[in-house]
């Protein structure tokens, strides 16, 4: 079922008068600082896979046991 202009806009009056300006606009201020809060959660969750990669990441050399080992080969 397909919603054309006129529903919607028909829905979005409905809403209006039921609820009122200042209440939707404030549910609408939550769910921006939701979608904000959101978004900055993953931003540092990726930001900590990355560092933790990194760290891994930066010694691969193996340890040698023994330094007079270099002179024997």
Do not use: W
């Not at 079922?1 to 919607?8: D, E, K, N």
């Not at 039921?18 to 939550?30: D, T, Y």
């Not at 809060?37 to 930066?58: L, T």
């Amino acid at each position: 079922m397909q919603m054309g202009p006129l529903q919607i806009l028909l829905i979005a009056i409905v809403v209006l008068v039921l609820f009122g300006r200042g209440k939707i606009a404030n549910l609408m201020g939550e769910v921006g600082k939701g979608i904000t809060a959101f978004k900055k959660g993953v931003s540092d969750g990726s930001a900590e896979i990355e560092k933790e990669a990194s760290e891994v990441a930066k010694d691969v050399t193996p340890q040698e046991k023994d330094p007079a080992a270099k002179d024997k080969v």
